[in-house]
């Protein structure tokens, strides 16, 4: 399975504390914050004297790794647990000098203990606890995606998300979503809002591929104090391609599967002052049955440009109200002349069928009007060029 969108390889806190000179000494760390314990020489001392640095620390980011360090001794024991009582995993090195957490054993919003024990090289052996607090979020950073987990799809469908927050760093929110598909595939992310973000490939999908997203979200924070807490991921398909070319000028829609013609239809598009967008469209939804008002379009009831009709077999190209349907009413006008309100209407018989054969995804090139796509009124990301959808990219 070929991957073509990588995952943010964050790097791992984990800090280091030089030896006290002259004594054993205990250093634990965790982004920062430092607990320090030596033992004081035999003569100055009749036990372990324990001295403390940087207790209590909180926000403490939760992909830390705590890493204690003895000089002039050894490890005989170290615990770490959160307020639950829930143990983190962790090692010891060789010569139990160093002990490090295991990675991603750390929780958010969470106070944990170190209880470690050392004994340094006369077998003088002393003990200390301490704690600290990992970050708690302000808010979670949570994901929507269309296309749905398990569907199938046309070749011009994008991958859209959706946050529930503004993100201010788009660059690491977007550094954590990975995309993975089954054929090879060159992509890239859009971002369209401080909310929204699409994925396109540089040409339609090829068909029957099959696509699974990877939100590897945990732990990234897209704005002051605004997280994601889990990492989720979801999975769809790319059925056959089928792309469909209307032709305002010989009224005609030649219907091409997988490469190959397999029906031409006799259409009529947008008459004068209505005319049909010219563009490349995507197929947005499918009615069985859609009632078509235009008062919806600001005409008068009582202008002659006025209709309310039940349209059969309704495909959705546009927000603003053009699809692909049947027209019994014009059936005398399609294949000759341009008659509709700004649809592509056919023969019942004929959008029955192109009904069928149709899914969600499936792609609609107009041309020959003199009338262009408006971006954003519909899935219209193809009418960007490749070098302006990857400008639109935080990376």
Same mark, same amino acid.
């Given at each position: 399975m070929s991957v073509f969108a990588r995952t943010r390889n964050r790097r791992r806190r984990v800090v280091s504390l030089a030896a006290l000179a002259g004594a054993a000494a205990l250093a634990v760390s965790a982004c920062g914050p430092a607990i320090t314990l030596h033992t004081m020489p035999q003569e100055e001392a009749s036990s372990a004297q324990i001295v403390s640095a940087h207790f209590g620390k909180k926000d403490i980011q939760y992909d830390a790794r705590i890493r204690m360090r003895v000089d002039e001794g050894r490890f005989s024991e170290v615990v770490v647990v959160d307020e639950q009582g829930n143990e983190v995993p962790g090692s010891l090195g060789k010569g139990s000098t160093v002990w490090r957490s295991a990675p991603d054993a750390l929780d958010f919003s969470k106070k944990y203990t170190v209880a #470690?024990? #050392?004994? @340094?090289?006369?077998?003088? =052996?002393? =003990?200390?606890? #301490?704690?600290? /607090?990992?970050? =708690?979020?302000?808010? +979670?950073?949570?994901? $929507?995606?269309y296309p749905y987990e398990g569907g199938t799809y046309g070749v011009g469908m994008p991958i859209t998300v959706t946050f529930? &927050?503004?993100?201010? @760093? /788009?660059? #690491?929110?977007? +550094?954590?979503?990975?995309?993975?598909?089954? /054929? +090879?595939?060159?992509?890239?992310? &859009?971002? $369209?809002? @401080?909310?929204?973000?699409?994925? /396109?490939?540089? =040409?339609?999908?090829?068909?029957n591929t099959d696509v699974k997203v990877n939100f590897n979200l945990r732990g990234v924070e897209s704005a002051d104090g605004i997280y994601g807490l889990d990492n989720t991921s979801q999975a769809f398909s790319i059925g056959s391609s089928t792309v469909s070319y209307v032709d305002a000028r010989t009224h005609t829609m030649t219907v091409r599967r997988n490469g190959e013609v397999i029906r031409t239809l006799p259409i009529t598009t947008g008459k004068p002052g209505w005319e049909t967008r010219s563009g490349t469209k995507v197929v947005i939804s499918k009615e069985r049955l859609v009632v078509m008002d235009a008062a919806t379009l600001g005409v008068d009831e009582d202008d002659d440009e006025y209709y309310r009709l039940d349209v059969p077999y309704a495909m959705r190209l546009t927000w603003s109200g053009e699809f692909v349907h049947g027209a019994p009413w014009s059936v005398a006008s399609q294949g000759s002349e341009n008659v509709s309100h700004g649809c592509v209407g056919m023969s019942l018989d004929n959008a029955a069928w192109y009904y069928n054969e149709s899914k969600i995804g499936d792609v609609v090139q107009v041309a020959g009007t003199g009338r262009a796509q408006d971006l954003g009124n519909g899935i219209t990301v193809w009418n960007e060029s490749w070098e302006t959808w990857q400008a639109g990219s935080a990376l």
């Open positions: #470690a024990s #050392a004994v @340094d090289l006369r077998g003088v =052996e002393q =003990e200390r606890t #301490a704690g600290f /607090r990992t970050v =708690e979020p302000v808010g +979670e950073l949570v994901a $929507d995606m529930n &927050h503004a993100v201010s @760093d /788009r660059a #690491a929110v977007q +550094e954590a979503l990975e995309v993975e598909t089954s /054929r +090879e595939v060159v992509g890239a992310w &859009h971002w $369209d809002s @401080d909310t929204t973000v699409s994925y /396109r490939p540089r =040409e339609y999908w090829p068909a």
